[in-house]
Every structure is written in C-alpha cells, then in structure tokens.
T-cell receptor, first 111, second 113 residues
Framework: QKEVEQNSGPLSVPEGAIASLNCTYS??????FFWYRQYSGKSPELIMS????GDKEDGRFTAQLNKASQYVSLLIRDSQPSDSATYLC???????????FGRGTSLIVHP | NAGVTQTPKFQVLKTGQSMTLQCAQD?????MYWYRQDPGMGLRLIYY???????DKGEVPNGYNVSRLNKREFSLRLESAAPSQTSVYFC????????????FGSGTQLSVL
C-alpha cells in the first residue's frame, strides 16, 4: 500500500511569515511529486511539481525534495491571507502514473 | 476555455436510487479520472481511464461503474446509492497520464439519504 502522509493541521502562521508544509511517502520508487492547493468548497489546483532532489522555486513558493529521506516539502514565503487553504501532496510511484494523494494540511494565515 | 466540466453540481438521492455523474473535458486529454473526497480522507481514486476505450479500477471502486464514452467524456454511475457514497466527487483529466498535472472539474456534492 503506497502511503502519503501529511499533518492535517491546521497550521496557523501570521501574515508575512514563512509557512512550511511537509509530506512523507512510503514508496522509494516514487518519481514525481506535486503540491495542489484547494480552497474551501473548490477543486484542487496544481501549484508546484518537482521531480529531482533539491529545491524548485516559483515566485513565493519553493518545493523541496529529499528522496533519500522520502519527504517533500512546500515553503510559502511572505504568506498572505489568500494563501489560507488546504494543501494536498500527491506522489506518483515509478510503477504507476496514477498519483496517490495525502489527506492535506490546512493552512491559516492570519493578519 | 471550459477545461473539465462536471454535472450536476449538487444532488440528493434516496438510498437505492441510481444516477450518473457526467464529466467532459475540452483539452484533448487522453487520461481521465474519478475521485471522491471525504472529510479528513483526502482524494481517493474510484476509477480511471488511461485512454479512450480503457477503464481500470482505483482504490475504492465498489458500488460504482464508469463509461469512457469517447475521448472527451467519462461518466460515473451509481447503480444503487448508499449513504456511504455521500461525498464530493471530482472528475479530472491529464494529457497522457505520464507524470503530468491533473486538471480538476468543479466537483459534485452528493448526499444519499
């Protein structure tokens, strides 16, 4: 059973702070890693993808991947109240292109 | 661009009733998916279709059937609805199914009484 684990939160950070969201996965053969953002009552939308070890930056978002430790994280710099949402980690294993989703972490950015 | 369109947005059923959730995408994607999302459970895959003419079971297929009608459309059918099927259902698509991102529809909130 391929598992993707996330702390459900909520993670509460003040506006302007760095929010750090973490995800661990069980399948060492995993090759592709995604972060989706889901606002309450809405559908998920992709915000970051990462495929190799290290950091990938896109605006205020940085995805970090460490395959040896089997974790992937998402950093949100200068957090804004509009970043308040649930963040879903998704992992594709090497043997399947179907992503396995974590249960999501709720982020609250308070003014 | 419509992207992925799901209908209906809301539905209330009585136990034992049947219904079909419709999904269509206009991005010429090959792969399509049906997920359900329950509070605290994340997204769980019900069925998927790698390409037109093929369908496969996901993690939670019991009580559901699917039809890939053509490249654009992928429907999900509940033959005899049960209260355990109360959930939010999302259809999604991806270009080829090889490690690309998923595009999601707006979801269907289904209640089975």
């Amino acid at each position: 059973q391929k598992e993707v684990e996330q702390n459900s939160g909520p993670l509460s950070v003040p506006e302007g702070a760095i929010a750090s969201l973490n995800c661990t996965y069980s399948d060492r053969g995993s090759q592709s890693f995604f972060w989706y953002r889901q606002y309450s009552g809405k559908s998920p939308e992709l915000i970051m993808s990462i495929y190799s070890n290290g950091d990938k930056e896109d605006g205020r978002f940085t995805a970090q991947l460490n395959k040896a430790s089997q974790y992937v994280s998402l950093l949100i710099r200068d957090s804004q109240p509009s970043d308040s949402a649930t963040y879903l980690c998704a992992v594709n294993s090497g043997g399947s292109y179907i992503p396995t989703f974590g249960r999501g972490t709720s982020l609250i950015v308070h003014p | 661009n419509a992207g992925v369109t799901q209908t209906p947005k809301f539905q209330v059923l009585k136990t034992g009733q049947s219904m079909t959730l419709q999904c269509a995408q206009d991005m010429n994607h090959n792969s399509m998916y049906w997920y359900r999302q329950d509070p605290g459970m994340g997204l769980r895959l019900i069925y998927y279709s790698a390409s037109e003419g093929t369908t496969d079971k996901g993690e939670v297929p019991n009580g559901y059937n699917v039809s890939r009608l053509n490249k654009r459309e992928f429907s999900l059918r509940l033959e005899s609805a049960a209260p355990s099927q109360t959930s939010v259902y999302f259809c999604a698509s991806s270009e080829t199914g090889h490690n690309e991102k998923l595009f999601f529809g707006s979801g269907t909130q289904l209640s089975v009484l």
